[in-house]
């Protein structure tokens, strides 16, 4: 079976870990503090921000998966996670003669600039307004140059065990409903973005890109209902203004972080073959409540 590099072994490359090493890999988990690892991922001490420590790479690796991710919401933590982390884990590869046959990178939809509730694919131009989705554009495109096959995995927003904060809104009354157009939303849960990936790295000939998000993109007022309605606590309450446009506050400043409105297609990772265990945020968010993972 395959030699696995997980780089940037989180919640996520845990999981996706643990699957792979079931199914008879050997796996090894990159991070800065590697002790909390399960026994099942070899632990590999290094940091993605410092060449010096990606020295001693594992030999002969069949794949290799980039999850990691940002430490803060600033540009030099996405700077650092998804620009020049991924240029020298590629370097190291590189200098110990790594042949890879596979790379898969954990990306986001957050490269596309869409705003207005426009579907989107893979086709769809990447030319986002926020440093977050620029910095991680610029990582898929230099795993792109490298001569190593490459796959870029756009998820929408992850949810699952540990990742409830939708839920924890609703339930303390924090949450609260935008008045005027939708705000389209896309979600997958942590077990299927472990699944896609495990998926990608066993197609025979997988396409460069894949937007990975469940099938019914939804607008973030009817899950917040939805929800409200499972926990049996009120409806969030209409907010007294319009959302903001994105990219600028009241007065027309820039702000930090953008509220996205856009709806995935998840066509081309369904033509490949990958089945959802939550196909909707409905069967997802059920299982968290029902305290099922």
Not at 123 to 142: A, K, N, V, Y
Request: include cysteine; aromatic fraction near 8%.
């Amino acid at each position: 079976m395959g030699r696995i590099l997980i780089a940037g072994c989180g919640d996520l490359g845990v999981t996706l870990g643990q699957n792979l090493h079931a199914a008879g890999h050997a796996i090894w988990g990159l991070k800065r503090h590697p002790a909390d690892l399960p026994p099942t991922i070899q632990p590999l001490a290094a940091d993605l921000g410092d060449p010096a420590t990606l020295a001693r790479l594992p030999p002969d690796l069949d794949f290799v998966i980039y999850s990691a991710a940002a430490s803060g919401f600033t540009e030099t933590a996405y700077q650092t996670a998804y620009v020049s982390g991924v240029a020298n884990l590629l370097r190291a590869l590189s200098k110990a003669g790594q042949q890879p046959q596979r790379v898969l990178f954990a990306s986001s939809t957050s490269v596309y600039a869409q705003h207005q509730g426009e579907w989107v694919d893979e086709t769809s131009p990447t030319e986002s307004e926020s440093f977050s989705g620029r910095c991680i554009r610029h990582g898929e495109q230099l795993l792109a140059d490298y001569p190593w096959p490459a796959v870029a995995v756009r998820f929408g927003g992850i949810y699952g065990p540990g990742r409830t904060r939708l839920i924890d809104s609703v339930r303390d009354g924090s949450a609260s409903r935008s008045p005027g157009a939708p705000i389209y939303t896309n979600r997958i849960h942590r077990d299927d973005c472990a699944r896609v990936l495990e998926h990608l790295l066993d197609l025979p000939n997988p396409q460069r890109v894949y937007v990975a998000v469940d099938d019914e993109p939804a607008p973030l007022d009817e899950v917040l209902c939805w929800l409200a309605a499972q926990l049996g606590a009120p409806e969030p309450p209409l907010a007294s203004q319009s959302p903001l446009k994105p990219g600028a506050d009241a007065r027309g400043n820039a702000m930090p972080r953008l509220r996205a409105s856009k709806r995935c297609r998840n066509a081309r990772l369904r033509a490949s073959g990958f089945q959802f265990r939550y196909p909707s945020y409905r069967e997802g968010y059920a299982a968290l409540l029902a305290g099922a993972e």
